[in-house]
């Protein structure tokens, strides 16, 4: 199955990058298959440093800010600690996984790591997901693939979406469903 959440991975100069990634987990999480792009800093700091922390959120909008790569800039960049045994842990994080890379096959466009999860790191309890946060997840995984569809469905989505999201949502959901429109408008515009 694929599990949705944020990965952070070291930089050269140890800074963290943060990545959104649906790796493919079995149900106790023992086994783990990470698909970057080898095109991807995630992929070029996976490659260097053979780790990474996954981590299991309930935060729409740090995911949004994740897809768009507010993350990764100086005003965007969130809460974390760095742990030199494990890596970059997100503080708003429910759960992080650390990972380690024990085969690549590189054969295909995108890179296949077959990982190794260290132990659980429990940072707070799973709040949950309501119908806007779910919406804002698809509307999240759906922007990540805007190259591979139609324009206009990619509208049509958001407009479908934003009707639940309207109705369900709490402030930290409007300023991540305000994100994902700017980014739609500002693709419509070229």
């Given amino acids: 199955m694929i599990l949705e959440g944020i990965l952070t991975t070291e930089s050269a100069d140890e800074r963290m990058h943060v990545s959104p990634i649906g790796p493919h987990v079995d149900r106790r999480l023992e086994t783990w298959v990470l698909k970057p792009f080898k095109t991807s800093t995630t992929f070029s700091n996976l490659q260097r440093t053979h780790r990474a922390v996954f981590h299991i959120v309930d935060d729409a909008l740090l995911m949004v800010q994740a897809v768009l790569g507010i993350c990764n800039t100086q005003e965007g960049t969130p809460r974390a600690d760095y742990q ?3 890596g970059w842990v997100l503080r708003n994080a429910c759960r992080a996984i650390p990972l380690q890379i024990h085969r690549w096959d590189l054969s295909n466009d995108r890179a296949i790591a077959d990982c190794r999860a260290a132990e659980c790191i429990d940072i707070r309890p799973f709040w949950g997901w309501n119908r806007a946060a779910n ?3 698809e509307l999240s995984i759906l922007w990540s693939r805007r190259e591979m569809v139609e324009n206009a469905f990619l509208t049509e989505e958001f407009e479908r979406h934003k009707v639940v999201i309207q109705k369900t ?5 409007f300023e991540a469903l305000a994100l994902l429109e700017r980014s739609l408008a500002d693709r419509s515009k070229t």
């Fill in 84 to 86: 030199p045994s494990v």
């Fill in 169 to 173: 949502a709490g402030d930290r959901e």
């Fill in 135 to 137: 919406s804002l997840l």
